[in-house]
């Protein structure tokens, strides 16, 4: 076993998994690649910047590495990269309060 959770050899199951269930396999491939796809009502650098945010917000690394790069290419300033974070902390942060406020039901 690895010493470390996140490394990127670890990349290499990924072909594994395809052969262990490929069904749900390439239909996880074919949604992944509705994200960087050309043409649609959103345009290919505001799909990476989405799944940028996205990719914050669930912490994938892998994910934040590829559409980083992917929002780049598309034409994706450091600005825009920045904000999309801060769009995503203030999201996560929502959620927390709104949770937060649940709990008080529980002193009702």
Known sequence: MSEHYHDVSDLRL?????K???TEFNAWL???????????AIPKK????????????????YCIEVHTKAAKAAGASREEVTESSMIAAALR???AA????MALKFYD
Not at 48 to 60: D, R, S
């Open 93 to 95: 942060a929502g959620g």
């Open 30 to 40: 074919a949604l992944d690649k509705i994200v960087g796809r050309d043409g649609g």
């Open 46 to 61: 505001y799909r990476e910047l989405i799944a940028l945010g996205v990719a914050f917000t669930t912490q994938c690394p």
């Open 98 to 101: 709104t949770h937060g406020a």
């Open 20 to 22: 262990l269930a490929p």
């Open 14 to 18: 990924l072909k594994e998994m395809g």
